[in-house]
C-alpha cells in the first residue's frame, strides 16, 4: 500500500511550475476535454504529441509518468483488443484462425487507445507539478461548490493517517502467521479489518470534529490564499485552448 | 469499474455530469448538522483507503470497490463520498478519467444509495444474523447493479463496445462473491463492537 | 486574591451508554495557576477536559470561566479563552498545511487578513516552528506535530490552555523540551497526564482524579510525595512491583 | 556459550521514499536475553522489529534466527518462533471476542481444534485476563487490551518475543503490573522503547539505536548510566532542561 505521491515532483522548475494554479487547471481541463471528443485518429496523435510535449516541458520524468499508466492500461488494453477482433467495417487486413482484423476496427481500436493516453498523460502537467494542497485551494479559487472542495481536502489528509493505520494493522496480521488465500477466512478476516478500521475512523472522527469547535469551526471553512495571475499565465492558457479547440475544429 | 477517458461518447459523459451535479447539489446542500462533512471525509478516506487493499484471485489480485459500504455506513451521503473518492483516484493514481468521474460517480454511487435503502429496510426485520446476511447482500447488489450500469453506458454510447459487455460481467463475477463476504463479515463485525456505528449519522 | 480562571460547581456526567462518568466534580482554579490533573487511564480525565470549553456542556450551568457560565451565548468567546489541545496530534492537524492548521482558529474568529497572519506567524514562533508553514502534516514527527498543535491554539491568544497528555509517546528529549516550551506559556494551565514526572515539572498544585471523582487537590510538592495516596490511585507501583525493580 | 536466537549482519534499509531506515546494522542476540533497544523516535527502532519475523525481509538474508535465514522457505516457521507485539493494541486485536484474537495465531497455523483451545485458554491465564474469552477488545482498557495482545502471540509459543513500546500510553500501576507479566516470561526478549526505567526493570543488555545505526550495545547497567552517551542521542533531557527542572 503506497502513499499518493503525485506531487512529488511539484518542487521542479518549469514554466509550467511557475504557471498559476487556477489558469493551469482550466487550459489543461479544457485540453483533457477536448482530447476525449476528437473522433479522428490523426488528431488524437496530434494530442497525444501534445500531451506527451507538455511532460518533457514540465521535466517531469517519463518513468514517473508511465509508472502511473498502469491502471489505464489495464482497462484500455483489453479494451481495445476486444474491439480490434469484434469491430468490422472496411478492408480485412489480418486473420488469426477465426479472428478476423479490418482497417475500421483499428482504427477505431486505436482512436480509443490514443484518447484514452492522450487524456491520462495530460493529468501529469496539470497536478504533478503543484502540491496537491495547492491544487485544492485553486479548485476553490475557480468556484468550484466548496464543500466539495472541503471533502476533497479532509479526505486527503486522512489517507495519510489511515494508510498507516492498515499497514501496520495489515502487518500485525501477518506476523501471527495470516497469509491471505483464495479462501473464504482470508474474506471473512478482511471483513473484520475494514470494520475495525471503520469503528476506529469513526471515532477519530469525533476527536477530530470536538478539535475543530474547540478552534471555533461554525460550519465554515475557509483559507487563506494567494494567487497572483500575471499576463504570462493567461498567454499560456490561451495558447493551450488554442491547441484544444484547433484539434477538434481543423 | 473505473471507465477511463477516450472511451464513451459524449452523450453518455455528460449526462453522467447532470445526473451527478444534481445528486451531489441535493446532498451536500441540505441543511445538515455542521458535524456531518468532516465526519463523512474521515469516513470517505477511510473507504478509499480499504479500497487499496489487494484481495488474492486466481494469479493476479483485485481492489476492492466497497460502494456497498459507503451506502450502509454513509447513507446519502454514500453519493458524495463516492465522487470525492474517485476524483481522488482519477488524480492521484489515474484509475479512472477526468471526462468520466461524473458517469463514474452514476455507476458506482447509484448503488451504494441502493444498498443503503437495502441495508435499512433489511436490518429492521428481526431475524438472526441479520446484519450479516443484509451487509453480505448490500455488497454483492452495489457491485451488481454497478455493472448493470457499467453495461448499459457501453451499451448506449455507440462507440461499437457492445461486445465488451460479456467481458466486464464475467470479469466482476467473483468481485460480487468476495464484496458479498467482505461485507457481511464486515457489517456482523461492526454491529457486534460498535452497533451505533451502522446507524451513522445519516440523516433520522 | 487572584480571580478565578474556572470554576466548576457539583459538576456530574454521564456517558451515553449509562456509564457514569464524572461525580460532583467541584474545583476552582485561580487565574495563572498551573494545575496538574493525574489519574489513571479511564478516571474521567478527559471528559473533564471536554467540559471546560463547552465541548460537552452540563445543563445545569455549573462550569463558569472567567466568570461566565457555559451556554449557548457564551460558547464562541469561551471556545476563544480556552485553548484546548488533544492527545494525538493527528486528530488536531486536520488542514492541508501546518499554516492552514495555525490560522484556522484566527480565521473562525473572523479576524481580517492580515491579523491571521501575524497572529499564525507570531504562533509558530512561540513554539519555535518558524519556517514549517508550507510543511505538510504527514511529513512531521510526533514532536513536531505535537509542537504545532500547540501554535494553532495559541494563535487564538487563549487565557487558559488545557492540555491532554502533553507528553505521550515523545522520546525524552522532545519530552523535556516540550515541557520547557510549556513552562514558558504564563497562562493558566491545566495539563491532564499520568506522567508525574512532567507534572512535578509544570505545576504548582495537583489534582487527582479517580473513578469520576476529585479525591485530593493540593500543592505538588505535598501530592505527589504521598506514596499511599498514588498507590491507592494507580498513580505509583504496587509495593510488590517497586521492590522486585529494586531487587533487581 | 549460549546458542544464538538472533544474528542479523549488516542489514540495511531504506524507506520506499529513498530515505534510509537502517544502516550496516550488526548485532547477535543469544538465547534468553532480554535486550532492551532504545532511541530517540524516528531512530528505526520499529523498522528493525519488522525485520525480525520477516514483516520486512531484507535480499541478502542477513538476519538469522535461531540458525535459520529468513527466507521464503523458512518464513512460515520464523513467524511462529517469533512473537511481535505491536505499540498501539487497537492494531492487533479485530475479532468480535478475546478468545477469538488469542486462537487467530494457533488457527493460522493450522493447530487442531483442541489445541487450539488449550492454548489460546493458557494464553489467557499467562497474561492473568482469563475469564475474559466473551469480552469485546475493542471495550478493554488500553492496559487489558495490551495484555490481550501479548496472549494473543503468547498462543503461538514463540521461542522469541520482540515488544515495541510496550508501556506507552499505561497509567503507573497498569505499567509496573505489565512490566511483572514481562519479568516472569522467559523466553528470549527484545524490547524497543525509550521509556528508560522500563527497560532498566526488564533487561540486561542495551541496544542505542539512532538515525539508523547501532551507536552503542552493552550491559544495562554501564549503559543507562552514562548521561552524556544518553544526552548525545535524545535519551535524557539535556543540561539546561535538566537543570531548569531542579531549580522548579
Known amino acids: 500500500m503506497e502513499y499518493p505521491q503525485i506531487d512529488r515532483y511539484a518542487g521542479l522548475a518549469s514554466p509550467i511550475h511557475r504557471w498559476d494554479p487556477r489558469a493551469k487547471l482550466v487550459a489543461i481541463l479544457g485540453l483533457i476535454f477536448s482530447v476525449v471528443l476528437i473522433t479522428d485518429l490523426k488528431m488524437a496523435m496530434v494530442g497525444l504529441a501534445v500531451a506527451i510535449l507538455l511532460v518533457l516541458v514540465s521535466r517531469i520524468p517519463f518513468r514517473f509518468v508511465l509508472g502511473h499508466l498502469a491502471g489505464v492500461s489495464f482497462f484500455i488494453l483489453p479494451l481495445s483488443v476486444i474491439i480490434l477482433f469484434s469491430y468490422h467495417q472496411g478492408d480485412e487486413i489480418a486473420r488469426f484462425a477465426f479472428l478476423t482484423v479490418t482497417s475500421g476496427g483499428l482504427e477505431h481500436a486505436s482512436l480509443i487507445a490514443v484518447r484514452a493516453f492522450a487524456a491520462v498523460i495530460l493529468i501529469f502537467p496539470m497536478i504533478s507539478t503543484v502540491r496537491f494542497d495547492v491544487t485544492m485551494k485553486a479548485l476553490e479559487r475557480l468556484r468550484v461548490p466548496v464543500r466539495l472542495v472541503r471533502m476533497i481536502m479532509f479526505t486527503y489528509r486522512y489517507i495519510f493517517v489511515l494508510i498507516e493505520e492498515v499497514q501496520r494493522m495489515l502487518r500485525a496480521l501477518t506476523s501471527r502467521g495470516f497469509t491471505g488465500g483464495m479462501n473464504i477466512r482470508t474474506l471473512i478476516t478482511t471483513g473484520k479489518l475494514i470494520g475495525m478500521l471503520f469503528v476506529r475512523t469513526l471515532e477519530r472522527a469525533e476527536r477530530v470534529y470536538r478539535a475543530m469547535l474547540s478552534r471555533g469551526y461554525e460550519g465554515n471553512l475557509q483559507t487563506l490564499v494567494e494567487f497572483k495571475m500575471r499576463k504570462t499565465d493567461l498567454l499560456k492558457a490561451a495558447v493551450l485552448i488554442a491547441i484544444a479547440v484547433a484539434l477538434n475544429v481543423l | 469499474m473505473h471507465i477511463s477517458d477516450g472511451v464513451l461518447s459524449p452523450q453518455v459523459w455528460v449526462s453522467g455530469y447532470v445526473v451527478t451535479a444534481a445528486l451531489t447539489a441535493y446532498v451536500l446542500t441540505r441543511k445538515t448538522d455542521i458535524a456531518e462533512l468532516p465526519k463523512v471525509s474521515i469516513v470517505t478516506a477511510a473507504l478509499f483507503v480499504a479500497s487499496l487493499i489487494r484481495i488474492p484471485l486466481g494469479p493476479t489480485s483485485v481492489h476492492l470497490i466497497l460502494n456497498g459500504l459507503a451506502g450502509i455506513t454513509l447513507g446519502l451521503s454514500a453519493f458524495p463520498a463516492v465522487l470525492v473518492a474517485l476524483i481522488l483516484q482519477a488524480l492521484l493514481f489515474q484509475h479512472g478519467g477526468i471526462s468520466t468521474i461524473g458517469i463514474n460517480a452514476v455507476i458506482l454511487g447509484l448503488p451504494a444509495l441502493a444498498a443503503y435503502g437495502l441495508f435499512a429496510a433489511g436490518t429492521r426485520i428481526g431475524i438472526r444474523g441479520r446484519y450479516a446476511i443484509f451487509g453480505g447482500l448490500a455488497g454483492g447488489t452495489a457491485i451488481a447493479l454497478g455493472v448493470l450500469f457499467f453495461s448499459l453506458c457501453l451499451l448506449t454510447t455507440g462507440e461499437h463496445l457492445e461486445d465488451v459487455i460479456p467481458f466486464v460481467v464475467v470479469a466482476h463475477l467473483p468481485v460480487i462473491a468476495i464484496e458479498t463476504i467482505v461485507l457481511g463479515a464486515l457489517a456482523q463485525f461492526v454491529a457486534r463492537v460498535s452497533p451505533q456505528a451502522l446507524r451513522g449519522f445519516r440523516p433520522r | ?248
Open chain 3, 1 to 248: 486574591m487572584r480571580e478565578k480562571a474556572i470554576s466548576i460547581a457539583n459538576l456530574s456526567y454521564t456517558y451515553p451508554d449509562g456509564t457514569p462518568g464524572l461525580q460532583g466534580i467541584c474545583v476552582d482554579i485561580l487565574r495563572g495557576e498551573s494545575v496538574g490533573v493525574i489519574g489513571p487511564n479511564g478516571a474521567g480525565k478527559t471528559t473533564l477536559l471536554l467540559h471546560l470549553n463547552g465541548i460537552f456542556v452540563s445543563k445545569n450551568g455549573n462550569v463558569e470561566i472567567l466568570g461566565k457560565k457555559i451556554g449557548k451565548e457564551s460558547i464562541k468567546g469561551i471556545r476563544r479563552d480556552v485553548g484546548l489541545i488533544f492527545q494525538d496530534p493527528d486528530d488536531q492537524l486536520f488542514m492541508p498545511t501546518v499554516f492552514d492548521d495555525v490560522a484556522f482558529g484566527p480565521i473562525n474568529m473572523g479576524l481580517p487578513r492580515e491579523e491571521v497572519i501575524r497572529r499564525a506567524t507570531q504562533a509558530l514562533r512561540w513554539v519555535g516552528m518558524d519556517g514549517y508553514e508550507k510543511r505538510l502534516p504527514h511529513h512531521l514527527s510526533v514532536g513536531e506535530k505535537k509542537r504545532i498543535a500547540i501554535a494553532a491554539v495559541l494563535s487564538l491568544n487563549p487565557e487558559i490552555l488545557v492540555i491532554d497528555e502533553p507528553t505521550s509517546n515523545l522520546d525524552p528529549r522532545a519530552k523535556w523540551g516540550f515541557i520547557e516550551l510549556l513552562r514558558g506559556l504564563t497562562m493558566t494551565r491545566i495539563i491532564a497526564s499520568h506522567d508525574l514526572e512532567m507534572v512535578q515539572a509544570l505545576c504548582e498544585r495537583v489534582i487527582i482524579l479517580d473513578k469520576g471523582q476529585i479525591v485530593a487537590d493540593g500543592p505538588t510538592e505535598r501530592i505527589l510525595v504521598d506514596v499511599e495516596l498514588l498507590q491507592a490511585h494507580g498513580l505509583a507501583p504496587d509495593n510488590q512491583a517497586g521492590q522486585s525493580h529494586k531487587q533487581h
